[in-house]
C-alpha cells in the first residue's frame, strides 16, 4: 500500500454491513460495499413484486452509512433511511428506495444507477449488488414438522428464513450459480482487504458464497480477508455458539480460508471450540469487545473502527 490509505471490499447486507461501513469508512475512503439482493420482505419486497429488478433496500442502507459526516450527510442518510406515513399505497415504503428505483428506471443499468445515486449523496466509496439479478433464498429447515421434525422442510425466501423458528441447516440461491456483479469480482480481486460480515449469517453472509465467481473471487485474492463474527446469535442462528458459525460457513465455502477472524469477546467467551476452529480456516482469532452498550445485539461502529484501523493501517 506504500503509505496510502487501504482498498477495502466490504460483503454482507443489512444491519451488519451498515455497521462495517460505518467503521471501516474511519479507516478509509477507498470502499466498496458488495451488497446480496435477495431481499424479499418489506418495502423491498413489494418493490420486487411491483417493479421486477433487485430489490434496494439493502443498498439503501449502504448508501446511507456512506453518507459524509457532515451535516448535509448526515440529513441524507436520514431522508435515505426515513418512511412515508400515509393511508395509501406508499405507507411504509423507504424514501431511499423509492429514489433508487426511480434512477434504475431512467438508467436502466443497477450500478451505473447506483454510482448516480452515490454522486448525489457525495457518498465515500461505492455500493455494488452481490449479482444483477435478483435472487431468493431457500433453505432447508428442521424442527418445523411437528410429526417429523428430524425432516427438513424446505422454506423460500430471505424474510421467512430470517424469522423460522426452525433449526437452518442448508440454504441454497435460486436460481442457483447465478452470475457475479462483474464490477464486484473486480472490486476483491484489487483490494488490499476484503471483509466478509458482519450479518444475518444464512441471509446476509452466506449468500455471497454461493454466487460462484464471487466465491472463486474471494479464494483466489491476494488480500487479507477479515470474517467478522456476529455478537450474539440471531433468530436463524439462535442456540448457535460462534465456534458453529464457523463450521457453517465452511460447509458452504470449503475452499475458503481467512487471515483474519473478529469475534466478539462477550459472544467468544468459554468457547473452547472457537480458536480451534479459527485456526482451521487459516485465521489469526482477534477477540475485542465490538458490541454496543446499549442492550441491542449489534457492533458499535467506533469500537469496530479500532479494531479495523489496528489490523489495516497499524
Request: proline share 6%.
Amino acid at each position: 500500500m506504500n503509505g496510502m490509505l487501504p482498498k477495502v471490499a466490504a460483503l454482507g447486507g443489512g444491519h451488519g454491513l451498515s455497521a462495517t461501513l460505518q467503521a471501516l469508512r474511519q479507516v478509509t475512503d477507498d470502499l466498496t460495499a458488495i451488497v446480496t439482493v435477495a431481499d424479499n420482505g418489506g418495502s423491498s419486497g413489494r418493490l420486487r413484486r411491483e417493479l421486477g429488478g433487485l430489490p434496494p433496500g439493502d443498498l439503501r442502507m449502504a448508501l446511507a452509512a456512506l453518507c459524509g459526516d457532515d451535516l448535509v450527510g448526515r440529513q441524507w442518510a436520514s431522508v435515505l433511511q426515513s418512511r412515508f406515513h400515509s393511508p395509501g399505497p406508499l405507507n411504509g415504503h423507504a424514501i431511499g428506495n423509492l429514489l433508487i428505483e426511480g434512477v434504475w428506471q431512467h438508467l436502466s443499468d443497477p450500478v451505473a444507477g447506483l454510482a448516480m445515486v452515490g454522486h448525489l449523496l457525495h457518498v465515500q466509496g461505492r455500493v455494488l449488488p452481490m449479482s444483477l439479478e435478483p435472487l431468493t433464498i431457500e433453505a432447508d429447515v428442521l424442527g418445523i414438522n411437528p410429526d417429523n421434525p428430524d425432516d427438513p422442510v424446505i422454506v423460500s425466501g430471505q424474510h421467512e428464513v430470517a424469522v423460522t423458528h426452525g433449526h437452518v441447516s442448508a440454504i441454497r440461491l435460486v436460481p442457483a450459480d447465478p452470475p457475479a456483479c462483474p464490477e464486484a469480482v473486480q472490486a476483491i480481486g484489487e483490494s488490499d482487504f476484503v471483509v466478509l460480515g458482519p450479518g444475518s449469517w444464512f441471509t446476509s453472509v452466506l449468500p455471497h458464497l454461493l454466487v460462484p465467481e464471487l466465491a472463486t473471487a474471494l479464494v483466489q485474492t491476494t488480500a487479507h480477508r477479515v470474517l467478522s463474527l456476529n455478537v450474539s446469535a440471531s433468530s436463524e442462528t439462535e442456540g448457535i455458539s460462534a465456534a458453529q458459525h464457523l463450521e457453517i460457513l465452511a460447509d458452504h465455502a470449503p475452499q475458503l480460508r481467512f487471515d483474519t477472524i473478529i469475534a466478539d469477546a462477550a459472544f467468544a467467551a468459554d468457547d473452547k471450540n472457537l480458536h480451534t476452529f479459527a485456526a482451521s480456516l487459516g485465521a489469526e482469532l482477534v477477540v475485542a469487545d465490538v458490541r454496543r452498550h446499549d442492550g441491542t445485539a449489534r457492533h458499535d461502529p467506533l469500537r469496530l473502527a479500532s479494531v479495523f484501523g489496528e489490523l489495516m493501517v497499524g
